[in-house]
């Protein structure tokens, strides 16, 4: 029986020359801040990140309450998604949360420096008392010739319906479990399986293709007032990161890193 991913060190990162690895996602949110709305207020953070990110789209999200006549529409706040050139990363910003986004992955070290980089000036302009909710997440996505293979590249316990006679009739087959994560306040949740093609659970992260597939889904989170101290974020954010990947680690196999450019 292979050791538990929740326990100990996480394994030493092996980079993969060709991950399968499809979006990364941090969030970090915090005691609404409505100045956000203002777009002149927001213009020094745009200028601290504009190398990074030089593409600005404002968006809206329209927001209903219930009213002494009846369903009626609120104030629509305003997202602000800062974007790389190629759209590979996106920084997005609202009046209660930081988020940075990427589908061009390449290391742990990289992805925190650039959160690291957000958190300073999402600190400098807003000066935020509290962190709300940290949270990061994984996303990985088997298409392709991989996929006939799959019994060899993901561990038995999560192969499910995958590996068995009638899988040739099965359309979805998605799997979850919710856990606690020994890091304090933590909470981790896995989701796996098949996907039919055109098929999503989560459209804003895990985009429907043309194709089948199978997904590995990794999330860890921590619902907890703390200050919003950069150092302590990061440090937060960076343990939550070395979880994910000896979850990650925990369920595929040598193979799965072979095939995907790595050496274990």
Same mark, same amino acid.
């Given at each position: 029986m292979r050791d538990t991913p929740l326990t100990g060190p996480a394994p030493t990162e092996v980079p993969l020359l060709r991950a399968p690895l499809v979006r990364v996602i941090a969030q970090v949110r915090f005691s609404p801040i409505l100045a956000v709305q203002n777009s002149e207020h927001i213009a020094p953070f745009q200028e601290a990140i504009r190398s990074a990110y030089p593409v600005l789209q404002q968006e809206h999200a329209q927001?209903?309450?219930v009213g002494p006549e009846g369903l009626a529409s609120g104030q629509e706040p305003v997202a602000w998604r800062f974007s790389s050139m190629d759209g %590979?990363?996106? %920084? *997005? !910003?609202t009046q209660d949360f930081l988020a940075l986004e990427t589908t061009s992955y390449s290391s742990r070290s990289d992805f925190l420096a650039r $959160?690291?980089? !957000? !958190?300073?000036g999402v600190h400098e302009l807003l000066d935020p008392a509290v962190a709300l909710r940290i949270g990061l997440r994984y996303i990985a996505q088997v298409t392709g010739e991989p996929l006939a293979m799959v019994s060899k590249l993901v561990q038995p316990e999560l192969l499910g319906l995958t590996d068995t006679s009638i899988f040739p009739f099965v359309k979805n %087959? $998605? *799997? /979850? %479990?919710?856990m606690e994560a020994p /890091? /304090?306040?933590g909470q981790l949740r896995l989701r796996w399986g098949h996907l039919a093609a055109g098929a999503t659970v989560d459209p804003n992260a895990i985009k429907p293709i043309d194709e089948e597939s199978w997904v590995l889904d990794i999330d860890m989170w921590r619902s907890k007032q703390v200050s919003f101290d950069i150092d302590e974020l990061a440090s937060d954010i960076r343990s939550f990161s070395e979880r994910l990947y000896a979850v990650f680690r925990w369920s595929v196999t040598d193979e799965f890193l072979l095939h995907y450019g790595g050496t274990p």
């Open positions: 927001s209903f309450y %590979a990363w996106r %920084a *997005s !910003l $959160m690291v980089d !957000l !958190l300073k %087959a $998605m *799997s /979850e %479990a919710q /890091e /304090e306040g």
